[in-house]
């Protein structure tokens, strides 16, 4: 079945140091992915989207390119702030927004001053 | 966004009880809710979908006799944990998606409950 698969962390930078976090995902269709963030205490944030191949979902300075070839959509930042500390999942749906999620097992980021 | 909020946030409870989690859309009409379950360190795994007014679609492996839901309102789910045992202790989370016109939203995610069994 699909499947999305998500760098270990957590993960620990400094303030201003690039970010990648990479997922990859199996799916037998052509499913739209996602980059969801939950900060502490809060629900799941939808970060940004891609839904077709060569699509870049972009949004508060993260990006992450829809790339078939290597079924990849690794989010990147070029310089991270103490407040993107926080959870980040990758996701896909192979059906539409109004059905279901799968989700990676989420990567905690946590970015020191 | 729209905001979903989740009732409560954290329970404790003990073993062969009862514990019912609302799931609220406090600014939008949510035609369908997600219920998810979450395991330390663990992917989001979705239980069930509920769309208004009719039952609800459980996924393969969740027994839908011990995760009720009911979604009798374009506004509220819920989701009644029965006979609860320590197992059944995990973090549950809810979304909720609607109509934005002809369109369907995203899922928009609550903040979740924390449910210990003891």
């Known amino acids: 079945g699909d499947s999305v698969t998500q760098m270990e962390g957590p993960v620990t930078l400094s303030e201003e140091a690039f970010l990648t976090i990479n997922c990859t995902y199996t799916?037998?269709?052509?499913?739209?992915l996602f980059w969801y963030v939950q900060y502490p205490g809060e629900g799941l944030q939808l970060l940004l989207k891609?839904?077709?191949?060569?699509d870049k979902g972009s949004n508060k300075g993260f990006e992450a390119t829809y790339r078939k070839e290597t079924t990849s959509f690794h989010l990147e930042k070029g310089s991270v702030q103490v407040s993107d500390s926080a959870v980040y999942f990758c996701?896909?749906?192979?059906?539409?927004?109004?059905?279901?999620?799968?989700f990676g097992k989420g990567t905690r980021l946590h970015i020191l001053p | 966004g729209a905001v979903v909020s989740q009732h409560p946030s954290r329970v404790i409870c003990k073993s062969g009880t009862s514990v019912k989690i609302e799931c609220r859309s406090l600014d939008f009409q949510a035609t369908t809710m997600f219920w998810y379950r979450q395991f330390p360190k663990q992917s989001l795994m979705l239980m069930a979908t509920?769309?208004?007014?009719?039952?609800?679609?459980?996924e393969q492996g969740v027994e839908k006799d011990k995760f009720l839901i009911n979604h009798a309102s374009l506004t509220l789910s819920t989701l009644t944990v029965t006979s609860a045992h320590p197992e059944d202790s995990s973090f549950y989370i809810c979304?909720?998606?609607?109509?934005?016109?002809?369109?369907?939203?995203?899922?928009?995610f609550g903040p979740g409950t924390r449910l210990t069994v003891l």
């Open positions: 799916a037998t269709g052509y499913p739209s």
């Open positions: 891609a839904t077709k191949a060569d």
């Open positions: 979304s909720a998606s609607g109509l934005a016109g002809v369109e369907v939203t995203e899922q928009f």
């Open positions: 996701a896909l749906s192979d059906r539409g927004r109004d059905d279901k999620i799968i």
């Open positions: 509920s769309n208004e007014g009719s039952k609800a679609t459980y």
